[in-house]
């Protein structure tokens, strides 16, 4: 039987077929294409850069690997031309809070590195962060704004619910899986199954928890040996790939913005998504505003000497 667990363009569960499927209807990566990796060398390539999770290289992983790299390569070359924008970003807060790299392979299975990503449950962004879970970390969530689609805010509260996790349950695989099931869901499971580690715990888990490991292994293969399998990035805008973040307290729209810089409105709207209503609202806190960085000493000139003494 197929698990269709999601859409390529969420995230990439849908490129997962069982193992029933990978053996008697798909030929092997490396028959398909005798150039690439042989399935010893995916498996060693995989295992030196799983890091701190404890992946497999099992025959869901095997399907997942051949299907982002050969039916699904529209899709995969997508998602690795996001990751050139939101990687940097990510990793940025990853040092800063001390925290495994690898943890960024998370957003990647999450949402396809989608920042404007929702599910049916109603997460949203980057991180897939629900409501309640949003707001617990700090982010604002109203008309006006959606702080989860704002890959800087969205990243640091994400990192501070892994951190929470690892803390409650002392493994960066199990923390994984709460991400995507709740710690409560993780120690349920821990009871049931009489064990300590994802693996000997798996059966416990909801179905798709059962998965994400899966998932999250695929991930992180192809997102570093793409290029071995004839994968490129998709071209970005180099808008996008270069951006420097304002911190502004004072209400500003996307037409003054617009007009002040030479920047049209719907390039701000790719680089601030946050922002329903295109205008950045009034805040005390602190708003980002994220510009090419090409034009950000011409926002701070404008910002310091009209707005702030209007």
């Not at 701190?52 to 690795?80: H, P």
């Amino acid at each position: 039987m197929t698990h269709l667990l999601s859409i390529l363009s969420i995230t990439i569960g849908l490129l997962l077929v069982t193992q029933v499927a990978f053996a008697n209807h798909s030929p092997s990566i490396v028959e398909n294409n005798p150039t690439t990796p042989s399935h010893l060398d995916i498996k060693n390539n995989l295992m030196e850069k799983a890091g701190v999770f404890d992946i497999r290289y099992t025959e869901e992983v095997k399907a997942g690997i051949k299907s982002f790299t050969v039916q699904g390569r529209r899709g995969a070359q997508l998602i690795i031309g996001r990751a050139q924008i939101y990687f940097p970003i990510i990793e940025k807060y990853l040092k800063a809070a001390n925290l495994p790299d690898e943890l960024k392979y998370l957003s990647v299975i999450e949402s396809g590195m989608d920042p404007n990503a929702i599910s049916k449950a109603g997460a949203v962004g980057l991180w897939q962060l629900m409501p309640a879970t949003a707001r617990r970390y700090g982010l604002i969530i109203n008309n006006q704004i959606d702080e989860r689609r704002d890959p800087h805010k969205s990243t640091q509260a994400a990192l501070k619910y892994l951190t929470f996790l690892h803390g409650l349950l002392g493994d960066w695989t199990l923390a994984a899986a709460a991400y995507n099931c709740g710690g409560g869901g993780v120690q349920k499971a821990m009871r049931l199954g009489n064990g300590g580690d994802f693996w000997s715990i798996k059966p416990h888990f909801p179905e798709e928890t059962q998965h994400y490991i899966n998932r999250l292994g695929c991930a992180i293969y192809v997102m570093n040996f793409y290029d071995q399998h004839g994968l490129k990035a998709a071209d970005n805008a180099y808008f996008m790939k270069f951006t420097k973040v304002a911190t502004i307290y004072s209400q500003l729209s996307f037409q003054q913005i617009s007009q002040a810089l030479d920047i049209p409105v719907p390039i701000l709207k790719q680089l601030n998504p946050s922002y329903r209503k295109e205008i950045v609202p009034d805040s005390t806190a602190g708003n980002y505003l994220i510009l090419p960085k090409l034009k950000m000493e011409g926002f701070l000139n404008y910002y310091n000497n009209i707005v702030l003494n209007q």
